[in-house]
């Protein structure tokens, strides 16, 4: 049964769901590249897609076991696939998988703060981290809230930690500066700061996103709400964790609803949080029969929408 191969995180778990996201990957590789005749450079992209792939499922496993954010299981490594998937069109762009391995190294910074060594390195990077994911979009600026949060919450505001992430984050901000204004394009630079227009919500309803983005908060909310009474009764990392995870949710769901260009793109943000609740909302369900039901009814509905849509 999928719930019992599921409980455990063996390499050949890992292996497994990569293989099976590597046939959702081909069969949209075709799809998107049937009109075209087949070269070089497609396949170079395609295998420079699937790289990026590799790295970003890598940065998320490591976060999530380096961190304990899940007991020792493949739940989230697979819910995570799972939703990654429903997007896989719009992940045949380097700008987007690079948005999103961006974002996956400024959360391992995040989470990372755990640890009392380093404290002040960590922040200089997660506010370096956070600089990149602005030049890729700016409105990703509203996850500086995270870093302060995950300070608070592991150690204390001080002078220092309240600054180093501002520096981490102004360096490459003033490098970037100083070369537009040396070639005297500095309208680039101020152009980052200006929005051009705002997508309503109906923008998901119009094109397919709003059922996947209700089923992934209806399941994050379910999860949430089961794991959460558990995680707060005990004084501990994970409840430090846990408290992290809510505003990475929350500030996630508001980059959703708030971000001024909407393109479905944004929505890759709450896959992380939302995956790794579902997670551990499982995990508090004895039920194998449940899990299963759940298991398969992710699995079934990523096929059904690669296949049909």
Known sequence: MLANFLSKSKPINFIVLLALFFCVFLFDAITVYAS???TL??????????LLFLLIFFFYNFVISKNSL???NSYAFFIFTVFLSYFIVKLFSFKVLFLLLI????????YSLKSSKK???KLFDSGFWLAILFFIEPFSAMFALLIYVATYVHHKITIHTLLTPIVGFCAPLFIYYAYCLWFN????FANMFVFKQFNEISFYAENNFYWIVIAILTFTVVGYFLKTPKALSVNNSFKKNWIILTFNLIISIFFLLLIPEKTGVEILFLIFPAAVVVANGLEM???DLIKNVVFYLLLISSVLYTVLL
């Open 103 to 110: 974002y996956m190294l400024f959360l391992r910074k995040i």
């Open 119 to 121: 404290v002040l390195q």
């Open 41 to 50: 450079t497609i396949f170079m992209e395609n295998l420079g897609f699937l």
């Open 285 to 287: 369900i004895k039920n």
């Open 70 to 72: 899940t007991k020792d």
């Open 185 to 188: 394009e500095v309208a680039l």
């Open 36 to 38: 075209k005749a087949f």
